[in-house]
């Protein structure tokens, strides 16, 4: 089968949210995350619009929900940048061995957020990848990401 990476990880996502995993009770709550674009090398764009579920107390999106965003969307650029001619299966989404978020402002309901997931390094046991978050209206980062995954 013939298709894009970004369509094999519009697939993906699809799949993942027809599953009932936890990222799909996360993050399919009225199409709150949108991929935008892929890359075959596990570069990614998506679009996540906050939703009630996805805030903490103070009404402003919690660390929680970013810190799983990250994984969910590194882990799909993994599989992406592994599988073998973008067919289902193909691909190795590996286990989290290191996660380290850096948070900079909140962000609330009004936001719509801009996150690029990028592989950094793919070895034969360990893969390196970065994860940003910025509002999308404003430009204005606010937390990135370092994720190590093994294999």
């Known amino acids: 089968m013939c298709r894009t990476a970004t369509a094999f990880a519009r697939h993906l996502l699809t799949k993942e949210f027809k599953s009932g995993s ?77 996660l380290s978020v850096q948070y900079y402002r909140a962000v609330t309901l009004q936001h719509e957020v801009l996150v690029e997931s990028t592989l950094r390094k793919l070895g034969r046991k360990l893969a390196f990848l970065d994860c940003s978050f910025k509002c999308r209206d404003t430009d204005k980062s606010f937390a990135s990401v370092s994720h190590v995954k093994f294999l």
């Open 22 to 98: 936890f990222h799909a009770n996360v993050f399919n709550h009225t199409n709150s995350l949108t991929i935008l674009s892929c890359k075959p090398d596990g570069f990614m764009e998506a679009v996540f619009i906050p939703q009630i579920p996805h805030l903490n107390v103070k009404n402003t999106v919690s660390g929680g929900v970013i810190a799983t965003l990250a994984d969910f969307l590194t882990t799909l650029s993994v599989e992406v940048a592994t599988s073998k001619d973008l067919q289902e299966g193909s691909g190795v989404r590996g286990v989290s061995v290191d």
